[in-house]
C-alpha cells in the first residue's frame, strides 16, 4: 500500500484542519509544538479505512512517531483482511505504533498523547471526512 500525504492533495484543506498539539506539561514528553500529518492509502481499490500521522515534533524539526490509526471495529477489519488473526486486526483497529515506521524514544509517549486526542469525536469525523 501506498500512503499520501493529505496536505501534498489538499493543501488549503490541511492548512486549516490540521491538528497539532502543544505540550506544556505532559510526563516524560518535552515541551512544544507536535503536528499530525495526515496520510491515506491512495490505492483505488482499498478500503482500510485508517490514517496515519506522521507526528512532527516541531522544536527538532523530526518526525518523533507515526502512529496508524483505524476507526472502524475489529469485525470490520478481520472482514477487510480476509480472517481474523488477533496480534494483525490489532494493528490495524485503533491507535497503535506503526511497526514498519522508525520511532523515536519519544514514540510510546506520543501514541499516549494521539490516544487522547482522539477522544475528541469532531476530530475523528474530521479524519474520516478526509479519508473518503
Excluded at 502543544?22 to 509544538?33: A, N, Q
Excluded at 490505492?43 to 527538532?60: G, H
Excluded at 477487510?80 to 515506521?101: C, F, H, M, Q, R
Aim: glycine share 4%; aromatic share 16%; charged share 30%.
Amino acid at each position: 500500500m501506498a500512503y499520501t500525504d493529505f496536505h501534498e492533495k489538499f493543501p488549503k484543506v490541511a492548512e486549516e484542519e490540521t491538528r497539532s498539539i502543544i505540550v506544556t506539561s505532559y510526563p516524560k514528553l518535552p515541551s512544544g509544538r507536535y503536528v499530525l500529518g495526515e496520510l491515506y492509502c491512495d490505492e483505488p481499490d482499498c478500503d482500510c479505512r485508517r490514517v496515519f500521522f506522521n507526528v512532527f515534533y516541531e522544536e527538532i524539526e523530526k518526525t518523533v512517531a507515526v502512529v496508524a490509526y483505524g476507526w472502524e471495529d475489529r469485525d470490520f477489519y478481520a472482514d477487510w483482511y480476509g480472517e481474523d488473526v488477533p496480534w494483525i486486526i490489532d494493528n490495524l483497529k485503533g491507535p497503535t505504533l506503526n511497526d514498519a515506521s522508525p520511532q523515536s524514544k519519544l514514540a510510546p509517549k506520543v501514541l499516549e498523547l494521539v490516544k487522547q486526542v482522539l477522544k475528541d469525536e469532531q476530530y475523528v469525523e474530521r479524519i474520516k471526512r478526509h479519508y473518503y
